[in-house]
């Protein structure tokens, strides 16, 4: 494989990642509008607001640059069938992360995703990326279960 072709599909990569972000930043929105903060300033409908500009704005960046990046690395016009079975992978796990968090509570199920979606994408230690994607959900949970005071899916182990 060529530098040139394993740039086109990092940007391509991108491009879809940049895409991904602004649709969940718009479901994230939807979601938002339907919380109430009362009457205080900064409530449970606050911290939904934020993220959900936060992914547009950054996902609508990150695919525009990368669209752009896309058109220097024309050299290799055809998608190849493993882009598109990666991308299928990456649906499949985010479809099935959406299921089994109600079940298998958000920390599991987010480590999960965070460390398929890491070996999915090419990082090179999967133990070590299971180890990372289980980091970043506990500290998520406790940030939004702990300082927010919104509860994320416990599960059936309480976290």
Sequence with gaps: MTGGTDRRRTALASVILGALMVVL???VLVQ??????GDHAIGPATMPWVISALLVVVGALVALRSARDLGAWRDDPQTSPQDWKR???LLAV?????????YLGYVV????LFGTVAVVLGAPARLRSYA???????VVFLVFDVVIGISLPAGPWGF
Excluded: M
């Design 32 to 37: 938002a509008v339907r919380l109430d903060n």
């Design 25 to 27: 930043g718009l479901v």
């Design 109 to 112: 199920s987010a480590t999960l």
């Design 132 to 138: 990372y994607g289980w980091c970043v959900a506990v």
């Design 87 to 89: 991308a299928a992978v």
């Design 94 to 102: 985010l479809v099935a992360f959406a299921v089994v968090a109600p």
